[in-house]
């Protein structure tokens, strides 16, 4: 940490939250901190890793995991993704959607965003337009401040190629597969 980013850190707590950062077991908390938004905004880096697609048979990987800082209030938002593709020529090992999900969403973001980003994604990566993104988080910034609306959450989904065809059962199919 720079002697800049923990004199920022320090001014913030002490003059805008009134934290006491001579007290001893709060001394580091500057550090920790600044610490804390970084782990939050960092991908860590990975090899997306894919492979000849032997078939054109639906992939879904459901549950996993999202926290992501509000880009409006730096405050964590946190829930679950879905993700569905249809493969054309590549798969993906699947260790690398979760990798992938978490690498969108270390930055500020909103969750409407971070749902297309995902989608990108593996759009590009996979070069396959049948990709399905949902997900439903709890944002910190509505439930415990503001509104206080504790258990809310928020739905978004992302729906492109044949998942987005509403005369095709490929959306049906995946929103079934994640119990929505």
């Known amino acids: ?5 923990a004199e920022w850190a320090r001014m913030i707590l002490e003059q805008v939250v009134g934290l006491d950062t001579h007290v001893e077991h709060m001394q580091r908390t500057p550090e920790r901190f600044v610490q804390m938004l970084r782990e939050m905004t960092t991908p860590i880096p990975f090899n997306f890793t894919t492979f000849p697609a032997m078939s054109r048979d639906m992939i879904v990987i459901k549950q996993i995991p999202v926290v992501s800082l509000c880009a409006h209030h730096v405050v964590p938002y946190r829930g679950v993704a879905f993700v569905g593709y249809i493969p054309k020529a590549l798969i993906v090992g699947l260790s690398k959607i979760p990798r992938l999900v978490r690498n969108c969403a270390a930055k500020l973001s909103v969750q409407e965003e971070l749902t297309t980003d995902i ?3 593996l759009e590009k990566r996979l070069e396959t337009d ?9 944002h910190l910034c509505m439930t415990i401040r503001g509104v206080q609306a504790p258990g809310t959450t928020t739905y978004t989904a992302v729906m492109r190629g044949v998942f987005g065809l509403h005369e095709r059962t490929a959306k049906d199919e995946f929103l079934r597969a994640i119990g929505r």
């Open 1 to 5: 940490m720079t002697n800049v980013e």
């Open 119 to 121: 989608a990108d994604q």
């Open 130 to 138: 049948d990709v399905a993104v949902v997900m439903e988080c709890e």
